[in-house]
């Protein structure tokens, strides 16, 4: 059984900085594209960023390009989400995903992910 949890949201100040772990269980994530999403109040889930399985290749949506960076350290079997220069409009729920199948190409559709977390609060306040 897969499992992925979140851990490190919370509440900062705008300009701010969090960082989220998704700690997987069930699978080794080396071999899997892992990807990032949020979802605001009244809002659909997005895609936020995602990493290939080999490291080599990083998508980011617009709105957090050049202020996050995901990456990932497989020995832990872990991934991360460092979020720099934080904005109100960050508050979301954040979601780790699992690839749908090994080897595949970084993909920023939720269809493509088959595995979720339960999702980790981030606030950003004004």
């Known amino acids: 059984q897969v499992q992925l949890v979140e851990s490190g949201g919370g509440l900062v100040q705008a300009g701010g900085s969090l960082r989220l772990s998704c700690a997987a269980s069930?699978?080794?994530?080396?071999?899997?594209?892992m990807g990032w999403f949020r979802q605001a109040p009244g809002k659909e889930r997005e895609f936020v960023a995602a990493?290939?399985?080999?490291?080599?290749?990083?998508f980011y949506s617009d709105s957090v390009k050049g202020r996050f960076t995901i990456s990932r350290d497989n020995n832990k079997n872990t991934v991360y989400l460092q979020m720099n220069s934080l904005k109100p409009e960050d508050t979301a729920i954040y979601f780790c995903?699992?690839?749908?199948?090994?080897?595949?190409?970084?993909?920023?559709?939720?269809?493509?992910?088959?595995?979720w977390g339960q999702g980790t609060k981030v606030t950003v306040s004004s």
């Open positions: 990493m290939s399985w080999t490291g080599g290749s990083t």
């Open positions: 069930g699978r080794s994530v080396s071999m899997y594209t």
């Open positions: 995903a699992l690839g749908s199948r090994s080897y595949m190409p970084v993909r920023r559709t939720t269809n493509q992910y088959d595995y």
